[in-house]
């Protein structure tokens, strides 16, 4: 396995990276991917594989590339669940209804003001993939927490 940066782009907050990442088999398969890291989240943006990965391959993917991401990035070796919230879960549960949305808004919000990217701040924040968030972002802005979208004519 080997990791390297593919580029980075510095801003007034801190920096978000990009990484590849490839897996190369005994048996010829190989798996190719493209991590982000920004604000201390890691998240993979794409993946090729030949042959194609199946979806339990898919889901122990990030089990394969997830310490040696994160030893590249500098953030050291990845917590285990038990070390992140002291239970069997990765991330505490993100909150349903009004109040989940009132938090997908000020995560939104927040990474506005430090010119972030605000989908990827609601991506590290809910541990959602970038579709689930853009409807997270939606349903808030439906709830009248964030302003529309585009004008109505």
């Known amino acids: 396995m080997s990791v390297w940066p593919a580029w980075e782009v510095r801003e007034e907050a801190g920096a978000t990276a990009w990484f590849g990442v490839r897996l190369a088999f005994p048996d010829g398969a190989l798996v190719e991917a ?5 604000g201390g989240c890691v998240s993979v943006e794409d993946v090729r594989a030949r042959p194609a990965l199946s979806l ?8 394969w590339i997830e310490d040696p991401l994160f030893d590249a ?4 070796p990845a917590p285990t669940a ?3 919230t002291g239970s069997g879960r990765a991330r505490p549960p993100w909150p349903r209804g009004i109040e989940g949305r009132r938090l997908v808004a000020e995560e939104y919000r927040a990474a506005q003001e430090d010119g972030a990217d605000p989908v990827l701040a609601v991506m590290c924040a809910t541990g959602h993939s970038r579709r689930k968030s853009l409807r997270m972002i939606a349903q808030a802005r439906d709830a009248g927490y964030l302003t529309p979208r585009h004008a109505r004519r």
């Open 73 to 76: 990035c500098g953030l050291g």
């Open 56 to 63: 339990d391959d898919l889901t122990v993917l990030a089990d």
């Open 34 to 38: 493209l991590a982000v890291v920004a």
């Open 82 to 84: 038990e070390e992140a």
